[in-house]
């Protein structure tokens, strides 16, 4: 995944929309700062303003009341923040948001704090009758700009009854002239229908009225970091214990039912696995907000407790080591939504420029246990999998590996099948659901072997991505010749548009390839993108870390991988130039904690890179270099690796200790700093040098001028050294930062 700074346009209430503009090498701390502050404390506060509210009628809208100093934000959860400016009568207006809203805080009988409400006055919407029913106004109607709000009327007993989403039945009273209301929620709503030959082809709603929330907790979110801590749940997801070593995976068969308008899902996992070492007891992972129904075992259901999103699960006899057995969850409910602030993923339910249902699955951090059931956990992968996903009639689906089958269903609903042929990390699986459109194409590979390559978009996008996919070939071409082969032929190549960018394994997801704060602009930016996804094929999806804390394997070679495609259209100098315009923040080791699912971002991209970049100088023989990364691509193919064993690969490639070197740009903040004194004596100059680091023993060499126009290597240490130079002054004197990242002190 590229790092990104998040900008968000916010619209009407009723169907909150989130639009992502990237911003070229954006740090996770700028993407708060966009939304509109630092990200909030989860501690108690004694504001009764602060805290999480949520709509009866809609779980999906769900806002939180956080303080950045003096400011009152409101985040809408899905979309963004924005400041609450305060208004007379104990009212505040949501800047930004169209129709103009203003929110209240309501009081109980004690005078807390217990709900708000939000007025906001609604334009008037049209809903299209998609299906009949019994007489000329029953059916199904769905709102046209937003595509996941469906109304039903239905006849009964001579009457007219309305139903939206899990709402309950309502009868709709006639007010005359083929009008009618509904009432939901005590909020009232006006409803005209426009008929053809005496049947309903759509209706028109209008009203104006409080939206009304619930405060449902007092405490904020904890978002876990090195400044907030870790919580249990941190722990239980990234921790291995023995309930989940016991086991090895080696297949999952997912099935799942979306379900649009209620924003929900039901489905099914199968599991396989070798047992490592006898048990009866074993951890499965999924998040608590969806529900368990059954767990199948050879046609037996099993007894299970759940805590917090950890699922234990008793068979009914001790399995013994080098078993292969299986079991079958079924599941069911409303998963969460993405929280950018949080960096927490979910599932975004949005619609596209035509308003079209557009929905992607984005899971990395959080864990794919957010939506479906798994050992959830970045050290164990399937060998293979399979991959159903049902959707309504008109959507397709694009998840992982090579489309087996698409069945139209008697139930009005679609089901695309999909198997990966490799091992995948869970993450990696993704359902991506919208009116795609698609075309094909073919890579001719060194040794005359065919890789499949498709397309998936937009139909609206559908030049723009013929213009920007024809890049593929060649960045594969690149990607072969300095990382090695291919990681997975047999699944192909597939890349797609998606609403967020994201490396999912033979489903790369590149983002919108528009801006989308204007529909008629290319997003030339986007090609980045795809080099930046395309390259986790190799890093991050077959060798990828076994821990969060060493995602730097994942996003510094993936970054990097951008770098050496501008230096191989444009030249080395251009693009280093480009490398190190922008500078990292350098306030956190770019390694994270371990054990505690420590999902981050930040410097291990930048930074990353040109840790990559100096260590190439630093050795000096290309050759060797990328040796070095096709030899860990051959080593460590499709396996899960912690940073030791990355590092010792380097060392042992080039017969040299660089762990002074990995310690320094990996473990600590701060770079190695060059202290310099230069005097001039006599016709040349006379230099005292040394490292300033944080690793006793940092010895690295760096490239300065020892003659006028040109740079060599000189080779200081911790300990202060003096050297002589003839034939020049002070201002002659220069030290390489473009080849080496670091900070020179004295000059």
Same mark, same amino acid.
């Given at each position: 995944m590229r790092d990104f700074c998040h900008f968000y346009r916010i619209l009407p209430l009723s169907f909150l929309l989130l639009f992502l503009l990237p911003a070229h090498n954006g740090s996770a701390q700028n993407a708060a700062a966009a939304a509109g502050g630092s990200h909030p404390s989860a501690a108690p506060t004694s504001d009764e303003r602060i805290g999480v509210y949520r709509a009866k009628f809609d779980p999906a809208l769900e806002l939180r009341i956080s303080r950045n100093g003096d400011q009152l934000l409101v985040q809408i959860l899905g979309q963004g923040r924005t400041v609450l400016a305060p208004q007379s009568g104990g009212r505040y207006a949501m800047k930004g948001v169209r129709p103009a809203a203003t929110m209240e805080f309501l009081k109980n009988d004690s005078g807390r704090i217990d709900g708000c409400r939000v007025f906001q006055k609604e334009p008037l919407y049209t809903?299209? $009758?998609? /299906? @009949?029913?019994?007489?000329?106004?029953?059916?199904?109607? =769905?709102?046209?700009? *937003?595509p996941y709000h469906v109304f039903h009327i239905r006849a009964k007993d001579g009457r007219l009854i309305g139903q939206t989403g899990n709402s309950a039945e309502t009868p709709l009273t006639p007010l005359g002239r083929g009008r009618y209301e509904f009432v939901r929620e005590g909020n009232k709503y006006q409803l005209e229908f426009k008929t053809v030959a005496g049947k309903a082809v759509s209706m028109v709603a209008r009203g104006s009225y409080p939206y009304l929330l619930t405060k449902i907790s007092s405490v904020l979110p904890h978002v876990s970091n090195r400044t907030n801590g870790f919580t249990h749940a941190d722990t239980v997801q990234g921790m291995l214990t023995p309930l989940r070593t016991c086991y090895d995976v080696l297949f999952y068969g997912l099935s799942i039912t979306v379900l649009p308008e209620t924003r929900s899902i039901r489905g099914s996992n199968l599991i396989r696995w =070798?047992? &490592?070492?006898?048990? $009866?007891?074993? !951890? &499965?992972d999924l998040y608590e907000n969806l529900a368990v129904d059954t767990i199948d075992y050879h046609g037996r259901p099993l007894h299970f407790t759940r805590e917090g999103n950890a699922v234990y699960i008793d068979l009914p006899a001790e399995l013994p080591e080098g078993s292969v057995d299986q079991l079958r969850i079924y599941y069911s409910g409303i998963p969460l939504q993405p929280d950018i602030d949080a960096l927490k993923g979910g599932i975004f339910w949005l619609t596209n420029r035509d308003k079209r249902i557009w929905i992607e699955s984005v899971t990395q951090g959080i864990g794919a246990s957010v939506y479906w059931p798994c050992k959830d956990h970045l050290s164990d992968r399937p060998d293979s999998m399979s991959i159903s996903i049902t959707v309504p009639h008109g959507l397709m689906d694009i998840s992982n590996g090579r489309l087996l089958g698409r069945t139209e269903l008697s139930d009005g609903q679609t089901r695309f099948d999909w198997y990966v042929d490799y091992p995948i990390v869970t993450y990696n699986v993704v359902m991506n659901? @919208? /009116?795609?459109?698609?075309?094909? /194409?073919?890579? &001719?590979?060194?040794?005359? /072997?065919? #890789?499949? #390559?498709?397309?998936?978009?937009? +139909?609206? *996008? #559908? %030049? +723009?991505?013929r213009k920007l996919f024809a890049d593929a070939k060649r960045m594969i071409a690149l990607y072969e010749k300095l990382f090695g082969p291919y990681p997975c032929p047999r699944d192909g190549f597939t890349a797609l548009e998606s609403i967020y960018p994201m490396d999912h394994q033979g489903a790369v997801s590149i983002g919108s390839m528009r801006s989308p704060f204007n529909g008629d602009k290319y997003d030339g930016d986007v090609r980045r993108t795809l080099w930046h996804e395309s390259a986790h094929e190799w890093w991050g999806n077959s060798v990828g870390c076994s821990d969060y804390a060493d995602m730097w394997i994942h996003e510094a070679f993936a970054t990097y991988a951008e770098y050496l495609n501008e230096e191989s259209l444009r030249g080395r100098a251009a693009a280093l130039k480009d490398l190190t315009r922008d500078h990292p923040e350098n306030k956190e080791p770019i390694i994270g904690v371990y054990n505690v699912n420590h999902f981050h971002m930040g410097d291990m991209y930048l930074k990353g890179a040109l840790m990559l970049e100096t260590l190439r100088s630093v050795i000096g023989d290309d050759s060797l270099w990328f040796s070095i990364f096709r030899g860990i691509q051959q080593r460590f193919r499709q396996t899960p690796v912690s940073s030791k064993e990355i590092e010792a690969y380097f060392n042992t490639a080039t017969g040299k200790d660089y762990s002074w070197f990995f310690d320094e740009y990996l473990r600590y903040p701060h770079i190695p700093v060059l &202290? #310099? +004194?230069?005097? !001039?004596?006599? %016709?040349?100059? $006379?230099?005292s040098y040394k490292w300033e680091a944080d690793v006793p023993g940092f010895r690295m060499p760096v490239k300065v001028t020892l003659s006028k126009g040109g740079f060599a290597f000189i080779y200081p240490t911790t300990t202060p050294q003096t050297m002589e130079i003839k034939g020049m002054g002070p201002k002659d004197f220069a030290v390489d930062r473009e080849d080496f990242y670091i900070d020179v002190r004295g000059l």
């Open positions: 809903w299209e $009758r998609v /299906d @009949g029913g019994d007489g000329p106004l029953a059916g199904t109607y =769905r709102m046209a700009i *937003n =070798r047992t &490592v070492h006898s048990f $009866r007891r074993m !951890q &499965v659901i @919208g /009116d795609y459109t698609h075309f094909s /194409d073919s890579y &001719v590979r060194e040794g005359g /072997d065919t #890789l499949a #390559l498709k397309f998936y978009c937009m +139909s609206y *996008n #559908l %030049d +723009s991505a &202290v #310099l +004194s230069v005097q !001039q004596e006599g %016709d040349g100059l $006379r230099v």
